[in-house]
């Protein structure tokens, strides 16, 4: 064969789709760089503040949410029901002290999801179709043992986590603290690894040997622990709970989770990547409730977000592959 006359191989229809989503991608961080600096009092230390603790409250909850998607378990719809339901045991056991009453949240937190874990883990079930119907039944017996009332505390113990150290929320602490924690867990533990690999490919990690139902149970009972975490903070926060406390917090949640860049089909994301997910949903939120935009067009702009960046590294990992 003659070298000379070989057809040289081009890189170009490679490089090219990452060019334009990295030209896509630098554009939309301009024209948000640009947005903040015109808006007015969005660069304040006090605004700072408030897109901090917005972003611990869903952050938590995301570092959760975390763990299940990275363990291929796409997510879970069920994480508002479980905060309010969990919530309102943490005020209605406050006569009992404000650690026992952490502790029982939090046992009843990975009670309720790490039996949604256990059930996806061992018996293969379909995590979305069962959360939806985790939700159902969550909501109606929590309405039926509260008789569809609020929950008011039934001490003051629970305002120490409304506390503000160095002026900044108690949660914010929290939330570094504890995103620090699960990627440690994630890169440095063999939990961890084997979570990535079953994420990635979980008939290949069967077949390697890989405990994949014990796995993905503890991971879903991680993220039960750390959606009691952000229930605790949410009803000491608001003062009471009912079965609305939770809101909009399973979307908010995702949104955190897809904009830091984890693979909804698994096996790739951190913690880390969720933390900056999280602060960037609470910025954009903030930007738009200064600007005077209503809470329907927020939601819309999350929305907005989490597409752009899914379609962004759904086209870069395609890009790398080819």
């Given amino acids: 064969m003659n070298v000379m006359s070989a057809r040289p191989r081009s890189a170009a229809p490679i490089r090219r789709p990452g060019l334009v989503v990295d030209g896509v991608l630098l554009l939309a961080v301009l024209a948000a760089i640009v947005l ?15 897109i901090l603790t917005s972003a611990s409250l869903v952050g938590i909850a995301a570092l959760g949410l975390t763990l299940i998607t990275i363990g291929g378990s796409a997510v879970s719809l069920a994480i508002s029901p479980s905060v309010a339901a969990v919530g309102m045991i943490f005020l209605s056991a406050q006569s009992l002290g404000l650690i026992p009453a952490l502790v029982l949240a939090v046992a009843c937190g990975t009670l309720i999801t790490g039996l949604q874990g256990a059930v996806v883990g061992y018996a293969g079930a379909n995590p979305v179709i069962l959360t939806i ?17 609020t929950v008011s505390p039934t001490a003051s113990g629970y305002d120490h986590l409304n506390a503000t150290p160095g002026g900044v929320a108690l949660s914010v602490y929290v939330l570094i603290a504890l995103a620090l924690i699960v990627e440690w867990t994630l890169r440095r533990t063999g939990f961890g690894r084997s979570l990535y690999l079953i994420g990635e490919n979980r008939r290949a990690a069967r077949a390697a040997g890989l405990p994949v139902g014990r796995t993905t149970a503890v991971a879903w009972v991680g993220a039960g622990a750390l959606f009691a975490v952000t229930a605790a903070f949410t009803a000491a926060f608001n003062t009471s709970a009912n079965v609305n406390l939770g809101g909009t917090l399973t979307f908010d949640a995702i949104a955190a989770v897809l904009a830091g860049g984890t693979a909804i089909a698994g096996g790739r994301g951190s913690a880390l990547r969720t933390l900056a997910g999280a602060v960037l949903i609470a910025a954009a939120s903030d930007i738009l409730l200064l600007r005077g935009y209503s809470t329907g067009v927020q939601i819309m702009v999350k929305g907005v977000i989490v597409l752009v960046v899914v379609v962004t590294v759904h086209l870069r990992t395609r890009g790398s592959r080819a």
Avoid at 36 to 50: H, S
Avoid at 141 to 148: H, Q, R
């Fill in 36 to 50: 903040a600096l015109t808006t007015d009092r969005f660069l304040t230390v006090a605004n700072a503040k408030a």
């Fill in 133 to 149: 119907a985790a939700s159902f039944a969550i909501t109606g017996i929590a309405t039926g043992v509260s008789g569809g009332s």
